[in-house]
């Protein structure tokens, strides 16, 4: 392999004593944490997209990232630049896993037939440093939002041209993800939704988008692809109105198209935020609907009103991601991916390092926590207590389906004394603080 990062040295664990910006403090990869390794429960997975093609471009200037990988003229010496890049920056981080766009790999050719051919060279080369280094592909995706053709949307276009050729896209971006063993595919609606409703028939752009699913479904028999499909919300930006808003919108969609026994959710942190949600609430309404699968493990500022997409660091929030990851008996296929960006003065490659290791030890950290306050049950026994009113008596009665209005009239009219008891949120803050500063 080749020079990239030359001046970093592999990133090891050196344990909270550590004044070392280079190591790890809180991930300990073979560290037990019950019956699993920190390594086995985290699934950490860094995004090509970010790390390897991101330049730093805002609205307001130009990209600022020193990357030595893009000092080429041709495009595809540059696709196989970053893929070398890729592998030596995971190698020193101990980075398991990957994912990416089938853009990010390769560039587009002149026709559909070019753009496949430069991802076929890229991807004979990814299966061999695959092979080398044993890290693994999370999932794939298809970028199907960046190119012009996209303007309208994708399976979502008014017009059936897009269609066609981003389900020839899509078909292309599941091949090469079976071949390289990719344990997932998202959906990320790029596209995926509109501008004003005075130009848009919602009713045949939801019924497209999925029929469009289902042709995936169907494909993914056909080639035998295994791998867990996610879908990933997200309620605004590109588009004003995403049309996979938040879990429970796409949840009411897939259950309305009999697509809902095929997908699992993608939640990522600041998508969360965006919709109005915390991120423990979008993994929550996930984990007790069954369907969660995969995290994008970022976070916003809540000062600003975009997808910022800035590495892990608040602790708070790890720690709760990581007590709904647990109660959900793990991520399974999922991982944590960092789908977050440096920001633009952060621009030396130095900074992709730091940018990791702080949200590798924000969410090793989260773990170790979560796992003792469930250990504790400290919060599974005051719920419990809290709604004991419905293991007996009338409550039992409700909960069984064993009576009606009518029966809970009679009940109601009896009964002059209801008693509420506090719901102590700030008691509980407190726990909860406790061991975050203790764990
Ligand atoms: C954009 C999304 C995107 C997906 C993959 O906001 O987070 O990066 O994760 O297409
Ligand atoms: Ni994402
Ligand atoms: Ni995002």
């Known amino acids: 392999m080749t020079k990239y990062f030359e001046d970093i040295p592999n990133i090891f664990y050196e344990g909270k004593e550590s004044k070392n910006p280079l190591a790890f403090k ?10 699993k390794t920190m390594e086995e429960h985290l699934r950490f997975s860094m995004a090509y997209w970010h790390t390897l ?4 471009a805002d609205p307001f200037g130009v990209g600022t990232m020193i990357r030595e990988w893009d000092h080429f003229s041709n495009p595809m010496d540059i696709a196989k630049a970053r893929l070398e890049a890729a592998f030596i920056f995971m190698k020193k ?19 559909l037939a070019k753009t496949n051919q430069n991802i076929d060279i890229i991807v004979e080369r990814m299966k061999e440093l695959m092979k080398e280094t044993g890290i693994q592909l999370l999932w794939g995706t298809a970028n199907a939002f960046g190119h012009p053709r996209y303007v309208h949307g994708a399976a979502t276009s008014c017009n059936a041209d897009v269609f066609a050729y981003v389900a020839a896209q899509v078909k292309k ?26 130009n848009t028939n919602m009713k045949l752009e939801l019924d497209n988008l999925a029929k469009f699913l289902h042709m995936a479904v169907d494909y993914a028999k056909e080639i035998g692809f295994e791998g867990q499909f996610l879908i990933e919300p997200k309620p605004k930006e590109p588009t004003k109105h995403q049309y996979d808003f938040d879990v429970a919108t796409v949840f009411s969609f897939l259950k309305e198209y009999d697509l809902d026994s095929y997908f699992k959710m993608n939640i990522e942190a600041n998508h969360a935020t965006l919709a109005g949600h915390t991120f423990q609430h979008e993994l929550h309404v996930a984990r007790i609907n069954g369907i969660l699968g995969s995290v994008d493990a970022n976070q916003g500022d809540p000062l600003l009103g975009w997808d910022t997409d800035q590495f892990p660091t ?24 960092f789908d977050a960006k440096v920001r633009r003065g952060s621009f030396e ?22 796992y003792q306050l469930l250990e504790s049950q400290v919060l599974e026994n005051f719920i419990e207590k809290r709604y004991e009113s419905y293991t007996y008596g009338i409550g039992k009665e409700i909960v069984e389906g064993k009576v009606g209005f009518k029966e809970l009239e009679e009940y109601a ?10 719901g102590r949120q700030e008691m509980l803050e407190s726990i909860l603080n406790q061991y975050i500063l203790e764990a």
């Open 26 to 35: 809180y991930y300990n990869p073979k560290e037990k944490i019950g019956n």
């Open 53 to 56: 093609t991101g330049t730093g």
């Open 93 to 111: 981080l101990n980075i398991p896993f990957f994912c990416f766009h089938d853009r990010d790999i390769a560039p587009e050719g002149d026709t």
């Open 173 to 198: 971006a599941m091949e090469i993800t079976h071949e390289l063993g990719g344990k997932n595919y998202v959906f990320w609606g790029g596209r995926e939704g509109y501008e004003t409703l005075l």
């Open 314 to 337: 608040n602790i708070y929030d790890t720690t709760l991601a990581m007590y709904e990851v647990l109660k959900n008996g793990g991520l399974h296929q999922g991982g944590l991916n």
């Open 349 to 370: 490659p130095v900074d992709l390092v730091y940018a990791h290791i702080a949200g590798m030890d924000a969410f090793a950290r989260g773990l170790k926590v979560a």
């Open 413 to 422: 009219l009896q009964n002059n004394k209801i008693v509420n008891v506090s």
